[in-house]
C-alpha cells in the first residue's frame, strides 16, 4: 500500500504562509498604531472629540491585541481579530470624516491588509460586506456625521471596488500558484518514494519519509510490527519462465498485500521479491496472524500468466517495535526470522 503520510513540502508550506500573516499582524499593529497616536495627538485641537477617540481607541486595540498574539501564539485568532479592528476603524473614521474630510483616502490601504490577514475567500467576505457597509452609509448621508460630496462618494467606492478586485485576483492566483508548486513537489516525491512496478512504497521512503513521521508522530504510529516477506524460489520463477512473468506475480503479490492489510499499514518493496509490511499499533501476536493470513492467500493465488502451475509460497519473519530508534533493529530482528523460516523449510512464518 502507497502510504498516506503528512508531506514535508506542505508543512513548509504552512509555515511559511503563517510566517507572512505573522509579520503582516505585527507590522499593522505597531506602525497603525503609531500613525493613530500621532494623528490622535494631532487632533486634539479641534473641536469634537470623536476623531481622537476614534483613532486612540483602535491604536490602543491594536496593541492590546499584537500583545495578546505574542502571549499565547494563536495567530489564527489575532488575525481575525485585527479584522476586525480594521474594519471598526474604517467605518468609524468614515463616519466621522477623519481630519478635513480625509477618512476617504485612509481606506484604501485596508482591503489589501484584509486580504494579507484573513485569507482570500475569507477577506473577500470581509471586503464585500465592508464595501456594502461604506456604500449604505455614503448614499445615505442622514446616517453618519460627516458630509462627502456625490460625486466624491461614487468615484471612492468605484477605486474601491478596483482595490478589492486586483488585491483578489493578486492572491487568488499566488494562492494557485502555491498550491500547483506544492502539489508538483508533492507528486515529485511520491514519485521517488514508490516502486514503479507494484506501486508500494520503495526502500527510499522509509529514510525520507517513515522515519521522520516517527520522529515526529510516534503516538499515531507506535508501537508498531514489521513483517519481512521473501517470495520462496522466485529465481527459479524467473529462470523458467523469464522476468516478464516474474514482474507480474510480483503485482499480484502487492495486490494480495492491499486486500489484507488496513488503510494505516504500510507494504514496502524491501528488494527483488523481498517485502517489507509495517503495520502501526499492531502487537507482535497480531503481526504474526496478518503474516498467516497472508501467506495461506499467496499459497492460493491463482496467476494468469504463463506461470499459472507454479505454486506461489512465501515466507515470512516478524519482529515488533516500541521506539523510533527502535526501527532498523526491528526490522533487522524480523529478517533474522525470515532467515529462520527460510532455514525451516520456506512456506511459514517465524516470529
Partial sequence: MTPALPAN???????????????????????TSLVMFFYGVRSLNQDSLLLPLILFATGGCFLLNVLLYHFSQQLNRACIIEAMLVGTFVLSLVYQGGYNNTALYWVFPFPAIL??????????????????????????????????????????LASLVIVIT?????????????AAMEHLQHSKELQANTDALTGLANRRFLDSSLIPALEQQSDELLPLAVIMCDLDHFKQLNDQFGH????????????????????????????????LLILPHTTTADARLVAEKIRLQLSKEHLSTAAANHQLTASFGVAGCDETMAFYDAVKIADQQLYQAKHQGRNQVCG
Fill in 115 to 156: 486580504f494579507g490577514l484573513l485569507g482570500v475567500r475569507n477577506a473577500l467576505v470581509g471586503n464585500a460586506m465592508l464595501l456594502l457597509m461604506l456604500g449604505v452609509m455614503l448614499f445615505t448621508p442622514d446616517l453618519i456625521q460627516a458630509e462627502y460630496k456625490e460625486a466624491e462618494t461614487s468615484r471612492f
Fill in 166 to 178: 486586483v488585491c483578489w485576483i493578486n492572491d487568488h492566483y499566488r494562492e494557485r500558484s502555491h
Fill in 9 to 31: 513540502g506542505h508543512k513548509q508550506a504552512q509555515h511559511i504562509d503563517a510566517r507572512r500573516r505573522h509579520h503582516i499582524l505585527v507590522f499593522v499593529s505597531y506602525i
Fill in 244 to 275: 516478464d512473468v516474474g514482474d507480474e506475480v510480483l503485482k499480484a503479490v502487492a495486490n494480495v498485500f492491499r486486500q489484507n492489510l488496513r488503510q494505516q499499514d504500510i507494504a514496502c518493496r524491501f528488494g527483488g521479491e523481498e517485502f
